[in-house]
Every structure is written in structure tokens, then in C-alpha cells.
């Protein structure tokens, strides 16, 4: 294999904080190894319509600590076509791109991996997702972040429950998968936390927050992973406000500022072992693997396992709630 | 009049940061005019049920920077009728409660302003709403700490916004006014705003965003007061969707962050000098007032007048949503 | 006189956060007003430099939420010399600048006042500096901002002051006024709040000192204003250290965090309004004057005043630490 | 051995954001386990001082999201004698006290493995210190909060260091390692960062800074350990001001803000399970052991081990400063 000369990176799916510290890396340790860094922008969408632009260490000056992407991210029905997979090939070729870098989560791994099977084109991938639910590492980049948003909009949900004697019934992101939902549970002494990984029973609940009023429990807060099997939050606090009528229930869809934010130094770290990780690899001979973190050592995961994505939360974890959150 | 010994201090209505600085202001301010300060619990419920504890200044230590109001605050619908106002003011007789200050909004204030002249007791306002509609003061308790929740909140959305070229409508509470709409909006350079003090035209906000759209800007963030004219933020955004089908539209409704959180330093500055002169007030002999800041003045209006509330944002501020944020 | 048609911007002296959002709201003004506006870089210096640019309103597309100024602020002893003035006044000439608009303190508009007088070129100041001691404002660009973040920074400090039972000296920024020690005091809690406009006499702050701990006080903080008379916090801190020995004492000096920062909503509020009626001024045919916010509205006072910098603290607001903070 | 019926649990040594949540888990952990728990207010003394009190679940209500520690810190002297040591366990007999959770640093673990081994009395160790550097455990309880506090303080700093092209020397704490400096370099993007597990050459921190101004950077940002051998942030910034006249240099100590503020999602979380686990490790026989995180699964290190917190950071994670933040 020839030494690679260019590479392209872009970001693709949700987006999540730390992606630019990705990109910032990514495009710094192309330079250590003299290797040019052009960035893809509005991720495959991008690829297909050529618009991609070299990018110079000074150019991604400044996005270190702040959320989103430039890069931005797009979704792209053309991609999934081969016809739209060799017209970005070919703009690659243009530009002389020898590898990609996607910042991304699982639905952008897989068009990735088929991609470069497709072209013969090495590709790697590095982990951003909010829902941490990626096979291949224990953290993704932008996780922490959001957790640490999440913790803080339940602190202050909790001052205004506390101050009205308020069951709260708060939705968090996740669609698959739970960590945010626990942790974040864990974090802000949540009273019960309801996940995907385990199912809801609606009755469970009522008994459990008939015990906790019994025992002088005035307010409290539930926190819901949007993936719950029993609905989101409004549906599961209609179904338990029938049998506690004298209380005051409401309900939160904390939504899309669990995305964005300046990044938390846990992500920007994990940011940028990433992308000097990534470079590295392809500059090693890798292809068509997830840069991840575990157990705190680089390990490269094979784009089909890691896409697969599916990581999900051990909800024996649950104890922690119930030992812990349930005064 | 006879000096006043024994003062009790409730919070009421729904809570907003800053509520705790003005109770300890209060608490201390009677320390220092050899006043004994009771807490009254959940507000006139807690008049009612005498849930009524002395308060010493030591008490209200680590209280000045906490969201909520460690006092509670709850309805009542016996206040509401001759009878639970009677036991309340029995209640307050049998503690030797001499006078009242209320920490709370318009509906707070009527009920204190009807029981100060059923029994010829003194009572002063001290006013506490985050949409901050309160005739009788520039500025209310809570409503610049919620200002900078809707702003951190929007810059957040903004991130995901700008990454995704998305069209936001977030909703910030405000039934009656637009204040914190409007000068979130300033701040946080939404596109538009929408207020109950300006009837909305879906037509013209569609035309709007059209020659927005027209003009190359590819996200977007629009502001609804939850009393809008037109409806919440979902509504607004189902009108306009029909016509913008290529764009990806999205809402979030901030919902009770809003109230929560540590006070600014402007609340607690204001939150305490409201409380230091609620007390001053009584000692020199006001009663049925709300205490205020006009131009960094402090003034008294008579709660009749307060209570009414009619404190609307100007809607020619809008046009510094025209001139600035357009582009 | 003729109608404006290009005007320069620069920010001048310390930097303050919403120096940013103010040159945002005059490059936008301007355009609705059919005005270019040229950003002058690294104030006076920039401009008997040359570096100057066109600004469009799309460049100053996010850069509301930033702290520092993208213009940047730089010395310039060339300025204060004929020569450099000349070579300066060349340069807009040369860019058919008609009026120039100084974002900064009292040092930068003196500088202006003289410019203007010498060259006959319209000017007008927007007041910024976190010192808030400009006359002709009620609120300078950049104080409520470093407010919030000496409030936070004493609310960590006061975390761990209460876990060791210490004493602590906050320096806070001041060189001239309290403005900042005395709000920050009244909203941190802070036992005690050495300014600059009261004489401090340190055996009275011992005596406040024992008095205080006899009352079984166990930790407190003390802020100092860097102008105090008594000196800086480490000097007041080893004066009193000497006659408390069994105390734990320690210092911190806040320093450069209260520069910067994402600007909070009040400033981001005021910038904006500024911004615009600095324009408005100048459409007006208004020069060397400020504008400032005086009782909420706009008020243009002229430069010749507002650079004396006389505006102080009320020292009788002192008064609130004595009653609030003593228990 | 017999059962364990009653614990005490105590904070010692400097104190870390996430202490409280600690010692939450500890009491509802027991509680769990039908163990009574004491608190032992103010680390050592308080066990001398017999300042013991039975906590209830519902006492640490409210205590999860608060910095500092509620039950106090402090020096004992009268520890480090036996005869202090042994009215400290006649204490612990009087309250019928079987066991002792320590949650403190390596200079605590000396005194609880000597008292432990003295009396014979079970003894378990949570890590918390900011500075993270205990052998025995990947994650120090309050070093994610602090890593945050200095990266957004260091965010506020770069604000004003790129408005007035400065060069800024900011210390952090870290008397013996350099993870927390190290950590906040990578997240902030700090052009170089001197820690205590490197000698410091100041001639090659002259060139690296000679260099870096040759390619036009104009600001900067260089991290310090205060446990530097080079000496902390003013004396080295002293040795490189001598060959640059020419700019703008200044030093901030960020002091004591780095032990407070409200406890990240991250070290509530490894708080929560440390306590659950101190606890679970005293029903399972363990003693003189420190519950800690490695490869985020629980494991227990003999107290002689984790005392002589030999963790220091890896000097070559220093090249990823050199890759990512020269430019």
C-alpha cells in the first residue's frame, strides 16, 4: 500500500459536542505526519456534490471548545444508491483523497464500510453520538457532554419540584440504548429511571411510587430514555396519572439542547486521542475500522461489529438506583 | 400604629430563582430591626394548616444561591373563601404574626391585598415571576436568571441547528407577556419572535422565512411565547411546515428549566435589597403595597394596582429583532 | 452636514465580554441604515496600521455569544502623539471612512474626544468595561457578565471556605470603583467588601473579624476591590493574619476569568441596543458623545464628561453586606 | 468476624467536588445493608473530638449535587499521636462504631491504615482528591469537576488573551502530578503545559515560544503544575519575560475555585458507586483497602499501597500537546 498523501473527514448523523475537536484533531496530526486534510462538509451529502475544501491546521483554530460541527452534517438518500457512492468516489479522486476519516455513529459506519469495500478505499471511523451505544469503545465522543447537560437541567427541574411538591416525568435521548437515561439518573438522585434494555411495567411503577408518597416522598423526578418500550414520557405519565389524580404531575422533553453545548474536557480529550488515533491508523495501514476507547487504550474495531451497535447499558446497573435514589 | 414584633414571610404561586435570597433578606433585615421572622410553609395552604416556624438569621444561611424556594409554595383553594382566609388569620393571631410579606406574582398579590382588609392586617408584596409582567417594577424576582436559561438553552439549540441546517421553534413560557421572549430573542439572535403583545400573521412569518431562506441562510431560530396568539410553539410550527416541506423542522419546548437554577447575581442583588425594604416598608407603616425598582429607585404601589398586572413588553422592541437578527 | 455612507468600528483598552455583540449590532445597523462598516483591528493601533476591512453582516454572524472581541484591543502610544493621529485619520480618509464608533473605557474615549476635535470626524463611544464606572451609563458592556462569574467563582470558593472552616480574601477587578466587590459581595454572601471609595481601616475589619467569630462564625469570605486603599487582598490578608493566628487564612486573586466568557443575556441586551442607537447618534449627526442606558433609556452624553470617569459607588450601599451578610 | 451493625464515615485531608455524594451513598448504601451509619464531622478531630452524629437516608437528602462537604475537613495533629489516636477509638466504642469509611487523599489513608492496624478496627478508603493522583484507582473522586472548571476557566482566559495578543501562564493545582494540568492543556488547547512528572528546561520553553511567534501566533496559553520543578506560574513566567520584552505577558492563579462547585455527572457517578461499593466491602470482611475504578470495574488496593500514591501521568501523553496545539 502507498503512503497516504490526502485525506478527507467529515461528520455525519446527529450531531454531538466534541465533534470539532475531532475534526481539529484529525486535521493537526495530518499535518504532523505532512499529510494534506480536506474537510467534506454536510458529511456523504457533500462527498457527492464535490463540496470539500482543504483545510490547514489555522483553520480549525478555535473550534477546540465549541459544540456542533462546521463541518456540518446532513442526511443523504443519494449515498445509499451506488450510483451516489461512485459519484463521490469520483470527487474524491478529484481532490486526490486517498482516505476517509467519518465522525459519526452507526448508521454513518455502515454506509462507510460499504463504501470503502465498494472503492477499495481506506475509511476509518471515530465514535460521536450522544447515545454512547457504540460497539468498540466505552465512551463516544460528545456522551459526556450531554450527560453533564442533562444533570444540570434535572438540578434545576428539581429546585421547581421541590418548591410545588411536583412529580416530574423528565425524557432524555436514546433511542437504543440507556446510558444517558442512567447515568443521568444516577447523577441527579432520580427517583426511577426507565430504559430500553429493560422492560417498563407500568404497575411496577404505580406500586413503587405509591410506596415513596407513603413514605412522605413529596416530589420527585423520573427520568425516561425516549426508546422506553412503554412510550415516552407523556404517554407513560398519562397512564399513571388515572391512579394518582391528587397529585401534580408534569412532563419534560428535555429535546435538542442534549446535543449542542461547548464540549466537557472528558470529550475534548477523548476528541482528540481520537483523531490523532484515526490519522494514525490509516497512516499505519488500517482500513475500514472505529477508532475507540477501552479501558482507557486505543482499540480498533472493525467497522461491520462496531456498526452493528449493539453496546447497551447492563441494567443490573438499575440497583444503584434503587439503593440509592429511593429516600 | 403599634411597632411591629413578629413578621411571617411565604412564598406563593409559581416559584422562580431568587425566591430564597429575598426570604433571607427578609429574615436578617428583621434581625436587624429586633423583628422575629416565621416562615409560613406552601404559601396560604401553609397559613392555613399553620405550618408556621420561627426563622432565626442563622436559618436562612446557604439558602441565598439555591434555585427554588425553601419555603414551598402550593394553592389553595380554601383561601380562596371567606372561611380558610378566617383560619388563616387565626393562625397568623395565635403565632402574634403582626404583619405579611408575600413573595409571589398578580394572583399572590390579590388574595394578600383581599386578607390585608379583611382583617386589618399589613401586608407587603414582593415581586417573584419569571415573565416579570408586574406593574410597579422594572424588573422581577427570577426573571434574568431565567433570561440566561432560555439564552444557554438557545445557544445549545443553535449548535445542533447550525450543524444540521434545521429550522427550531422553541417555546419559553410567558402566558401573559413577552419579556423574556423578546429579550431572549435579542440575545440569542433568533431570527424571530413571536409575543402575546403583538398579534401573530402565520402569512407574514411564512413570508418571512421564505426571503430568509431566499437569502442563503440555511438555519434558523424562532422564539414563541407560550401565550401567543397564534398558539405554543408545536402549532406555529404545523402551520408553517405545510409550505416549507424541504426544510427539516423542529420544536422544543423549554418547560420548567425555566424556573430552576441559582439565581443570577441581578436576582440576588435585587432579591436582596427587595427584601431589606419589604421590611423597611412595614416598620414605617405601609401596608397593602408591593415593593418595586423603578429606575433603580425603590418605589411602593399599592398591590390593587400591582395586582392587575398589566406590565406588557413594548412590541417596537421587535424591531431590534428586524434590524439585528435578519441576516 | 453630509449623510453618513461609511463608518469605522474598533474596540479600544481592556477587553470586556459583549464587546463582541455591540460590533455586531453597529456592522447590522449600519446596514439597515445603507451604511458600510469597516472594522478597524487592534483599535487606535489598527488604525495608524491600516488594518482595516469591510464587514458584512454576514460576518458578524456568531459572534453575539463570544466573549473577548474579534477586533481585538491593542496600545498605541503612537495615538497619543499628533503624528500618529494624523497618520491615523490618513487611513480613513484613504478608506472614506465619515465616522468612527470607539467601543471601550474612559482612557479610549479620551483618546476619541481629542481625534474627533483635531480632525473634525464624527465619533461616538459605546461603553464597555467590567468596571462599570463610566459616567453617562447606568450599566457598562461587559459588567453584568464578570458579575456572574465572580459570583460563581465565590460560590466554589464558599464550597470549600465552609469545608475547612477558612477565611478568605477575594481580589476581585477595580481600580478605580467597587462596582464589582460590592455587587458580588451582596450576591456571593460575602461577610465583608473593601472598595475603593471607603477608606478601609483595618482595625476595624479585625475587630468585624473577632466580633464575627466569636458569634461562632467558622468560614467567611472577605472581597477586596483591586483598588482598595488598604492595597490588594494579600497585603489586607498578612495585616490581619498577624492578629489571627490560629485562623486559617488564604487569598485568591480572581485576575483575567472576569474578562471573558460568553456574555450573559443583560449584556448581550445592551450591546445591541448600543449598537444600534451608536448608529442612530451618528445618522443623527450626534458626535463625541457616548451612549448609554440611564433609567433604560438611551441617553448621549458627551465624551468630554463620560471620560472623567467619575461614576462611584454609593459607599451607603454597604450597608446591605452589614445587614445581609454579618450572621 | 461479626456483623457489621454501625459505620461512621468521615471527609479528611483537602476537600473535592463529589464528597457529598460520597457520603450519600455510604449512608443510604448502609442503610440498604440495615448498618447504621455516623457522620464524624470534621475528618479526625471530630473523631477526637467526639462531633459523631447518626444520619438518617433522608439527612443526605439534597446533598448529591453540592460541592465541598458537609461534614467538614480538617487537620488533627493530635491524630498523629497515639494517644490522640486512642481517644479517637474510645469514641468510636462509646457510639458502638464497628467500621470506618475514609474519604480523603494518600495523607489520610496513612493515619486510617495506622489507626486501623492499631485497634484492629475494619477500615475502608474512597479516593477523593482533585489532583487524581491515588495508585489503586483510574478516576479520583472531584478531578472531573475540577478538569472542567479549570478548562472553562483557561476558555475564559484564551477570550481575552486573543483579544490583546497576550501570552498567559496559568497555574493549576497538582503539588506531586500533572493530570490535572495535563488534561486541561489538551482540552484547552494550551500551546505547552509543565508538570512535576517532567524537568522543565526553560531555554526549550524559550525557543518553543520563539518559534511559535515566528509563525505569527499571537496569543497564547501555557498551563503550570504547581508542583512544577521549574517553580509555579510567576517565577517561570519571570525567567521568560527577560527574553520577551517585547509582549505582553501575564500569570493568573487559579487558586481554590478548582476544589468547589457543583459536582460533574461523571464524578457523582464514580462517587455513588465508590460509596456502595466502601460500604458492600465492609459487609464482605475487606478492611484497611481502598475501594477504586479500574478499567471501570471495582477493585479494592491495600491502603499501604494506595497511600504511597505513586500514580503519576504518562510524559508522553505530553507529545499530544506538540501534535495538536503548536499552531
Redesign the interface.
Known sequence: MEKIKKIGVL?SGG?S?G?NAAI??VV??G??HNIEVFGIYQGYKGMIENNIKLLS??DV?NV??????FL???RSEEFKTQEGRKIAYENLRKNEIDAVVIIGGDGSFKGANQFSKEFAIPVIGIPGTIDNDMYGT?YCIGY?TA?????E?V???????????RL?FVEVMGRDSGFLAL??G????AEAVLIPEKETIIDDLKKYLANGYNKKKSSGIIIVAEGDDAGGAYKIADLVKKDFTNYDI?V??????Q????P???D??IA??MG?NAVQGLVDGKSNVMVGLI??NIVYTPLEQSAKHNKRVNPTLLS?ID??NS?
Chains 1, 2, 3, 4 share one sequence.
Open positions: 461528520t450531531d459536542p465533534m481539529r484533531a493537526r496530526a499535518a504532523y491546521p489555522r483554530s477546540l471548545h465549541r459544540g456542533g460541527t456540518k452534517t446532513a466505552d459526556d450527560l453533564n447537560t442533562v444533570v437541567a438540578d434545576k427541574i428539581r429546585d421547581t419540584a421541590g418548591a410545588h411538591d416530574f447515568r443521568s444516577i447523577a441527579s438522585g408534569r419534560t422533553v428535555l429535546g435538542h439542547i446535543r449542542g453545548g461547548s466537557s474536557a472528558f475534548r480529550n482528540s486521542q490523532i479501558n482507557r444503584t439503593i440509592l429516600y
